[in-house]
């Protein structure tokens, strides 16, 4: 399994992860192959390595 962390600096994470992660949440829903983890100033994605590909 892979994982890469995403470091959210410039902006209030509330904006990226929405109240109560409602945006984390969609993402999920969107990408059910992915583990999603938010903490702090983070996005933590684990999958596999053709998943976690950028497009």
């Known amino acids: 399994m892979n ?3 995403i ?3 410039a902006v209030n994470p ?3 992860f ?3 992660d409602a945006n984390i949440d969609q993402l999920r829903k ?3 192959k992915i583990k999603i983890i ?5 996005i933590k994605v684990m999958g596999k390595a053709e998943e976690l590909r950028p497009v």
């Open 3 to 5: 994982e890469r962390t």
């Open 7 to 9: 470091e959210i600096a």
């Open 14 to 16: 509330v904006h990226i």
């Open 18 to 20: 929405g109240v109560n």
């Open 30 to 32: 969107y990408f059910p």
């Open 38 to 42: 938010a903490r702090g100033n983070n």
